[in-house]
């Protein structure tokens, strides 16, 4: 499974973007798809994940902000992101997990400043 990730960007405090990650394979059959981050000298962390049948989990740090969703059509996640603070500059990362093995996409770059 290749997963590409696009959309990020330099963004000001309070601003908003879109992600996206677009898999080679129909999402329709990966249970399960994630966006994860990492900043600058931290360890890579959940940000949010999707079920195949629409369920979804946020880390606290961004409930209430960030929306994940999918389009099954184009096989595609996506990432809302609202009300975005310096604390959300990070790469962002999608993810899947198929047949037991672990897929990243290449990382997406976002940087929150004025």
Request: proline letters at 3%; glycine letters at 12%; a positive charge.
């Amino acid at each position: 499974v290749q997963l590409q990730a696009s959309g990020g960007g330099l963004v000001q405090p309070g601003g908003s973007l879109r992600l996206s990650c677009a898999a080679s394979k129909r999402i329709s059959t990966l249970n399960y798809m994630g966006w994860y981050r990492q900043a600058p000298g931290k360890q890579r962390e959940l940000v949010a994940t999707i079920t195949v049948g629409g369920s979804t989990n946020y880390a606290d740090a961004v409930k209430g902000r960030f929306t994940i969703s999918r389009d099954n059509a184009k096989n595609t996640v996506y990432l809302h992101m609202s009300s975005l603070s310096p604390e959300d500059t990070a790469v962002y990362y999608c993810n899947t997990i198929y047949w037991g093995n672990n897929y990243w996409g290449q990382g997406t770059e976002v940087t929150v400043s004025s």
